[in-house]
């Protein structure tokens, strides 16, 4: 895997970021497109073994298009500026919680979990960490997770307890997150060393218990 067309690519298209410069470097994006490819065919395979839940998912199943919808946005700039893609069973279109890979020059993460999940399935994970706050305080206490993730994200946090729980729950705090998700940001040159699959697979692992907990939930 070479990771230098991709950040090449990525890096000239945050100056020209519209469609007649687009088409002119097709060719530049076909082979960056064909690099990250590559990469999401190699970690589906330990990320599978990890997680059996993912099954045989496919690289198409799991990347996000480059292609901005604009129709609700005042930022009209018809491409996104990293490639991304989101590994799970189902892919990137699935419910259950996954690993997600963002390559962007300077703004690369890790993240896992579940992003904005349906109510239904927000309630099952609720009801979940209510009848085993232990299982996953453990998980969230981890020394190792600690040191990638320090805490899952609080973003949209409600700021009253949801409906139907007592306030004095010793997870409520846990119980008013909207997301259940991870993030690790990682540097250029994390992806330009040997060993690439290796060593994201260090942090993974990591990630995965969070992931098997909430998928767990959902069956």
């Known amino acids: 895997m070479n990771f230098t067309p991709i950040f090449d690519f990525l890096t000239k298209l945050q100056v020209y970021n519209d ?29 599978s073994e990890l997680d059996p839940s993912i099954g045989t998912v496919s690289a198409e199943e799991c990347m996000f298009r480059i292609y901005r919808d604009v129709r609700f946005s005042h930022d009209k700039s018809p491409y996104k500026t990293h490639f991304s893609a989101f590994i799970a069973n189902g892919g990137r279109k699935t419910r259950l919680a996954g690993y997600y890979i963002h390559v962007q020059p300077d703004q690369s993460f890790l ?40 805490e899952i994200s ?15 729950f010793e997870e409520i705090e846990l119980l008013k997150n909207k997301h ?10 994390f992806f330009l060393k040997d060993n690439l699959i290796e060593r994201l697979m260090k942090v993974l692992k990591v990630q995965y218990p969070l992931n098997a907990f909430l998928n767990k939930a959902l069956e």
Do not use: C, Q
């Open 19 to 47: 469609r007649n410069w687009f088409n002119e470097h097709k060719e530049e994006y076909n082979e960056a497109l064909a690099e990250f490819k590559k990469f999401v065919n190699a970690l589906i395979p330990p990320l």
């Open 180 to 189: 259940f998700i991870t993030h690790y940001a990682l540097e250029n040159e």
């Open 111 to 150: 993240a896992g979990g579940i992003y904005m999940s349906d109510p239904a399935d927000l309630e099952s994970i609720r009801n979940r960490i209510y009848h085993n706050p232990a299982e996953i305080r453990k998980i969230l206490d981890d020394k190792t997770f600690k040191k990638y993730f320090h």
């Open 154 to 168: 609080d973003e949209d946090k409600l700021k009253n307890p949801p409906k139907g729980y007592p306030k004095d």
